[in-house]
């Protein structure tokens, strides 16, 4: 039988899809799961997965091509199969993923492309092989059911991936374990989380009314949401100190870290102490996330996207240096993974290398807080009563007030000043 | 280890409990004067008398009574039915008697009998010679119900359940008499009821199975090996009652399962087991849990169409292959 390539889905919020290159040709044998073609995202430039096996028979979009998700982009069939209603049908997204899924009864049990039933005379063995399925879901995705096994909600669960984001290799592009493991590891080198064991789990708070009172005043007083700025300077000559010892170190490695890895790594743990700031506005409860990943703003030609370093309260100076720069570099490519830009908790913007002082950045929803970075300024500072130079950095954090009021942010920043004045407090 | 039959394995489990305690005999048809239908008996009248071995006229329901009034009466009875085809025509006494004694005397009476003897398909012989019951057997609560697959666990089994206060059932596969394999010589090597055991340690797929299958099983996993498919084979032993503990791990390790068994699927053990599974593992489940079986009907006679009935090699294959999605 003859199956439709459809425009995927490939990033949870894209609409539309630019084909970027075809890797299989008309009339190339095709495998099931073999890539056929590499589509540019909103964000990502994705590579689609042939969902059944045959000869690609007709390419329906050229390259540099946009279509709608849906929309019938090329015919896998057999060499000669008649394919020519599905060709003149082709295109319009109505006639796509729902117009090919065999009329599917939720839990209706239905001939698996696996193991044909076939109940011919001939082929009494298959028909008295007592084999049955317990349940299968029926093929395809147009009735806009996300397909995943048991196991993969749970992992993807676990992962803070979104399950939308995962291309499904199983019956029917069912989601299975390992399509969420391929997500996970995309990110080539990543390295091992450890500590893990420590973290607390994700808790939901519930919202008090007065703090509901708060919330809607505070968005009729400032747009979608309400947003205060709260400014530090930290002396950070102990932390260019550190800095410099750490990369002595890396040196053998030919490895280094920046200011602004361990500006991360401050911020990672500073969020661990204060567990009310590494949260989330959700209407009716505060989500108060058990693991703390933070976004850093990356700037690309056309926009800006931020790679998310997971855990980064338990990983290493060095290991954060190294995703970001490999992260960054993949950012510029486009070619970075939903999982890997999505499900931050908290968010950090520097543009201290641009010789900023000082600004404010915009939070990304649903995060509570970013933290703007300035750049390093030699300046006068009083030090035990006498005037000396030194250098000085300004953080701004913007707060979201749903989440974080004056008095939280200002202690969170507390925490983050003691780490950047003096570094060896992360350990404590 | 010696390496015996399963047929001795059987022997030497009833001998040596004959010998351990002066309450147990064994009774049933040709058990004595012809050492058994399937020569399990064999020599144990001799050396244990006929007061201890017991032939008995063709009477199912007759000498399985006698067997549940001797046990609640203190004495601990191995009744033999030369099939558990034949077993049907007692199952008064099993079901009614036997299974409910304890319960509805208020723990006044215990009924420790060990009803044994073979079980399922052999070769051609038709369908009222070829059931594997123990399925109906396993739905009665009171009873319980062990399937050994390899004569280490006949003696096993068969020693645990003489030594049982309840009625327990032993299902043993005509087809496996023959069957030679290790066996611990230790007069107290006892398997205790209810312990799974995993046969062959794998990653990718649980075959969960038991009884004649096992050995089916292990084949299976074997051609999978050589396929790249790293296949567990759990052997529950006990159906009743059922190790799920061990199910569960299995399940949990590989993520995938396909239930092997020798009875018909429709309410058969593959059905209770996959239903305990997804109630506690689903979150472990990668894909839907597949059965293999008897065809639904009644066992062919005809040998070609017997072959196509029974469950097979290539069916737990291709089951496997398909829960792997391959």
Redesign the interface.
């Known amino acids: 039988m003859a199956t439709k390539v459809h425009m995927e889905a490939l990033s949870p919020t894209m609409e539309e899809g630019q084909l970027v290159s075809w890797l299989k040709g008309e009339g190339d044998d095709v495998a099931e799961g073999d890539i056929l073609a590499e589509i540019e995202t909103d964000k990502a430039t994705m590579e689609l997965v042939a969902r059944g096996a045959g000869v690609l028979r007709a390419v329906l979009l050229a390259e540099g091509e946009t279509a709608e998700v849906g929309a019938v982009i090329g015919v896998i069939a057999a060499a000669d199969e008649d394919i020519s209603a599905i060709v003149d049908g082709a295109g319009a997204p109505g006639a796509g993923a729902a117009a090919d899924a065999p009329a599917a009864e939720p839990g209706e049990q239905q001939a698996?492309a696996?193991?044909p039933k076939d109940p011919g005379p001939t082929d009494?063995?298959a028909e008295?092989?007592?084999?049955?399925?317990?349940?299968?879901a029926p093929a395809g995705s147009g009735d806009g059911r996300l397909r995943a096994?048991?196991?993969?909600?749970?992992l993807a669960e676990e992962r803070g991936l979104d399950l939308a984001s995962i291309s499904g290799?199983?019956?029917g592009g069912r989601i299975?374990?390992r399509d969420v493991e391929g997500a996970v590891a995309a990110p080539a080198g990543a390295p091992v989380v450890v500590g893990a064991g420590a973290r607390a789990e994700t808790e939901s708070v519930k919202v008090s009314q007065m703090r509901k009172a708060i919330a809607k005043r505070l968005v009729q007083s400032i747009g979608p949401i309400p947003t205060f700025y709260l400014t530090i300077e930290a002396d950070v000559g102990r932390l260019l100190e550190a800095r410099k010892r750490i990369n002595a170190r890396l040196e053998s490695r030919g490895e280094k870290v920046s200011l602004n890895d361990l500006i991360l790594k401050a911020t990672a743990v500073a969020l661990r102490r204060h567990p009310e700031v590494n949260a989330s506005w959700q209407g009716d409860t505060i989500v108060r996330y058990g693991r703390v990943h933070v976004g850093v703003a990356v700037a690309v030609q056309d926009g800006l996207i931020t790679p998310v370093i997971r855990d980064a309260d338990v990983k290493g100076v060095a290991d954060i240096g190294r995703e970001v720069r490999e992260m960054a570099g993949r950012a510029r490519e486009k070619k970075l993974a939903p999982d890997e830009y999505q499900g931050a908790t908290f968010s950090v913007s520097n543009l201290g290398m641009f010789g900023i002082q000082e600004f404010t950045a915009i939070i990304n929803p649903p995060e509570s807080g970013i933290l703007a970075i300035g750049a390093v300024e030699e300046k006068p500072a009083v030090v035990d009563g006498e005037v000396v130079v030194r250098p000085r950095m300004r953080v701004t954090m913007s707060c979201d007030h749903r989440v974080v009021d004056g008095a939280m942010g200002a202690r969170f920043l507390a925490t983050l000043r003691d780490f950047l004045e003096d570094p060896v407090m992360m350990a404590l | 280890m010696a390496v015996i039959t399963y047929r001795d394995a059987l022997n030497q489990a009833l001998a040596e409990e004959l010998e351990r305690d002066p309450d147990v005999f064994l009774m049933g048809e040709e058990v004595g004067q012809y050492d058994g239908a399937y020569k399990v008996s064999r020599g144990l009248l001799e050396r244990f008398g006929e007061r201890r071995v017991v032939d008995t006229p063709i009477t199912e329901l007759g000498f399985a009574g006698l067997g549940v009034g001797a046990a609640m009466a203190g004495l601990r009875p191995v009744i033999e039915f030369m099939t558990w085809n034949f077993a049907i025509l007692a199952n008064d006494q099993i079901i009614n008697s036997a299974a409910k004694v304890h319960y509805m005397t208020a723990g006044q009476f215990s009924c420790p009998i060990v009803f044994r003897g073979p079980t399922g398909a052999a070769l051609q012989l038709s369908a009222q010679h070829s059931q594997a019951l123990e399925a109906s057997y396993a739905h009665f609560p009171g009873l319980k119900v062990v399937v050994p697959g390899t004569p280490a666990d006949a003696k096993g089994l068969l020693k645990a359940a003489i030594r049982d206060d309840d009625p327990v059932l032993v299902l043993e596969g005509e087809v496996l008499y023959a069957m030679k394999g290790e066996v611990p010589e230790d007069p107290d090597f006892v398997i205790p009821l209810g312990v799974a055991e995993v046969k062959r340690a794998g990653a990718d797929v649980s075959i969960l199975t038991h009884g004649k299958m096992v050995n089916l099983a292990l084949q299976a996993a074997e051609r999978l090996a050589k396929d790249d498919v790293d296949a567990e084979v759990v052997d529950l032993r006990s159906l009743r009652p059922l190790d799920l503990d061990r199910v569960v791990d299995s399940v949990r390790k590989t993520?995938r399962a396909v239930y092997l068994e020798e009875g018909w699927?429709y309410s058969g053990i593959g059905a209770e087991v996959?239903a305990q599974v997804q109630e506690n593992a689903?979150?472990?489940?990668?894909?839907?849990?597949?059965?293999?079986?008897?065809?639904?009907a009644p066992m062919p006679y005809s040998k070609e169409l017997e072959k196509?009935?029974k469950?097979s090699v290539e069916?737990t294959i291709?089951?496997c292959?398909?829960v792997l999605?391959r």
Do not use: M
């Open positions: 698996s696996v193991a009494a063995g008295a092989s007592g084999v049955e399925e317990t349940a299968v096994s048991p196991l993969a909600r749970r290799s199983g019956p299975v374990k | 993520n699927g996959v689903f979150d472990w489940l990668d894909a839907p849990v597949l059965r293999v079986h008897q065809t639904d196509l009935a469950p069916r291709e089951a292959n398909r999605y």
